[in-house]
């Protein structure tokens, strides 16, 4: 089966405050790539990171990181120092090689409390 | 931002009607897919193209249909609509399936009552 599960429904800090949303994924593939994207209140989907399984550097971008980790089928996403406008749901994805088709986590909504 | 657009972006219809979403693109990406999303499901795919007149069922795809004339156009059509299909659809589309990240339009609201 291939799936991926985020845990957490919804997480509430206070600004500059550091969280980490959780991504675990099952999938039978060795070769797959993993995705995340925020959906800001406006609605829309914004890509913000692709990992190939192969590639299990850590990726770092301003205050936003992520924590990819083969053993453990996960994909961690950290916000240093949140911000008010880190406000959204973000939505951890898996895309088995050789399919089109991604699956999608049902999303964990942060709120950013000024 | 990919350059794609959804049209309607809201939506009002009653049960029984038969609606039809347009997504169109000006990346001449060769994939398109639709989605919907519903709360506490994430985005689940409703049909994809993998070109034109090529397109194939996703995970929810009874009771639409899709169509593919043109690259740019990718056209979802609610056959009879029901009240389970009210949700918010997006269209997406990626360039090959090698290096896919898939770019999302801003999607359509639709309410069938």
């Known amino acids: 089966a291939q799936k991926v599960t985020q845990a957490q429904t919804e997480i509430s800090v206070v600004e500059k405050e550091d969280v980490t949303l959780d991504c675990v994924y099952e999938?039978?593939?060795?070769?797959?790539?993993l995705f995340w994207y925020k959906q800001p209140p406006s609605g829309e989907l914004v890509f913000l990171i692709r990992?190939?399984?192969?590639?299990?550097q850590n990726e770092i971008s301003g205050r936003y990181s992520w924590n990819f980790q083969k053993s453990t089928s996960s994909f961690n996403f950290t916000i240093t120092a949140s911000q008010v406008v880190d406000s959204a749901v973000y939505f951890c994805?898996?895309?088995?090689?050789?399919?089109?088709?991604?699956?999608f986590g049902t999303g964990t909504r942060l709120k950013v409390l000024a | 931002d990919a350059g794609i657009t959804q049209s309607p972006r809201h939506k009002v219809t009653e049960t029984g009607t038969p609606v039809t979403l347009r997504c169109h693109q000006t990346?001449?990406?060769?994939?398109m897919y639709w989605y919907r999303q519903d709360p506490g499901h994430g985005l689940r795919l409703i049909h994809y193209?993998?070109?034109?007149?090529?397109?194939d069922k996703g995970e929810v795809s009874d009771g639409y249909s899709v169509s593919r004339s043109k690259t740019e156009d990718f056209l979802l059509t609610l056959e009879s609509a029901t009240s389970s299909q009210t949700s918010v659809y997006f269209c997406?589309?990626?360039?090959?399936?090698?290096?896919?990240?898939?770019?999302f339009g801003p999607g359509t609201r639709l309410l069938v009552l």
């Open positions: 997406a589309i990626s360039e090959s399936s090698r290096y896919e990240t898939q770019y």
């Open positions: 193209s993998y070109g034109v007149k090529d397109t």
């Open positions: 990992r190939n399984s192969f590639d299990e």
């Open positions: 990346e001449n990406h060769r994939y």
């Open positions: 994805a898996l895309r088995p090689s050789g399919t089109y088709k991604y699956i």
């Open positions: 999938t039978r593939d060795t070769t797959y790539y």
